[in-house]
C-alpha cells in the first residue's frame, strides 16, 4: 500500500472511533434509568445462616449446574448431577457413600408441617427428575425418574421404586419388593437378578461420575494444553484442519520434528521419508 493509501485508512479509522464515541455518549445520555451488569454468584455450594454443605473430598462429584444448599452433608464417591438441587435450609440431609443423585433431581426437608429431615444411605441411585422431600431411602434401593418420595416415606433396602410413581407421605416399601403407580403400591418381588443389579448400577455411575469431575475441574490452562498436545500428536492444527504439521512454537529440523522426539519423524510417518526419498 502507498503512503498516500496508509494516510487515508489511518485518517478514516481516526474519524471512525471519534464517531463511535460519539454515538455511545448519545446513547449513554439518553437512558431513562441506568443500568449496571452485575455478576450472578455460583450456586454450587450455598451456607445458609452460616452453615454450609460438607462434601467428602474423596471422589465426590458434584455438577457445575447443580445447587447444594445450608446443612448437607455428602459422603465418599457420590456424585450430584447437573441441574439438581439438595436444599437444607430448614433441616438436615444426609447422603452416604456411592450414592447418586441424577440430573434436575431436588432432594428436601421440612419444618413447618413437621420436623423432618432427608436421609439417603449408600449405593442408592436416585433417577433423573425425582423429588426426594423429607423420606427416608435406605442402603441399596432405586427410586426411578421422576418419581416421588414425600413426607415422612421410607424406602428400605434392596428395593425400587419404579419411574414416575407418587410413594405418599408415611408409607414405607418394604425390603425386596418393586412399588409402581400414583400412589404407588407394591407390583411384586423384585428377583434375586433385580436385587444383584442395585449394587451394580451405583458402582456403573461411580465410574462416569469420575471421568465427568475430571472433565469439569480442569481450567481454562489445562483445556489449552491438552488442545496443543492433541496438535501435535496428530500433526493437525485445531484451528484449520487441512493444516498439517507441528504447532509453530516447535522447532523442526529439516521435516524431521523435534530434537530428541520421534512423533513426527519418519519412524512414525514412513511415507514422509519416502517423499523426501524421492525429491
Known sequence: ??????????????????????????????????????????????????????????GTFVAPSASVIGDVTIGRNSSVWYGTTIRGDVNKVT?????????????????????????????????????????????????GESAQILDGAVVESNSIVEAGAIVTSGTVVPTGELWAGAPAKKVRALTPEEIAEIPQRARDT???????????????????????????LDGTEVDDPHRQGPPPNIDDIQGMGTPGRIFNSTLTRPEEGLKKKSQ
Open 206 to 232: 461411580l465410574q462416569l461420575a469420575n471421568l465427568h469431575a475430571i472433565e469439569t475441574s480442569k481450567d481454562y490452562k489445562t483445556v489449552k494444553e491438552e488442545e496443543e498436545w492433541i496438535e501435535f
Open 95 to 143: 447422603i452416604g457413600e456411592r450414592t447418586s443423585v441424577m440430573d434436575r433431581a431436588v432432594v428436601h426437608v421440612a419444618k413447618i408441617q413437621g420436623d423432618a429431615p432427608t436421609f439417603i444411605g449408600n449405593n442408592v441411585t436416585v433417577g433423573a427428575g425425582a423429588t426426594i422431600h423429607a423420606a427416608t431411602l435406605k442402603d441399596l434401593c432405586i427410586v
Open 1 to 58: 500500500m502507498t503512503s498516500v493509501g496508509v494516510k487515508m485508512v489511518t485518517k478514516v479509522a481516526s474519524v471512525m472511533r471519534s464517531m463511535g464515541k460519539s454515538l455511545d455518549k448519545m446513547g449513554a445520555n439518553m437512558e431513562v434509568a441506568k443500568y449496571t451488569e452485575k455478576l450472578v454468584p455460583s450456586t454450587r455450594f450455598v451456607a445458609v445462616d452460616g452453615v454450609a454443605p460438607q462434601v467428602a473430598e474423596y
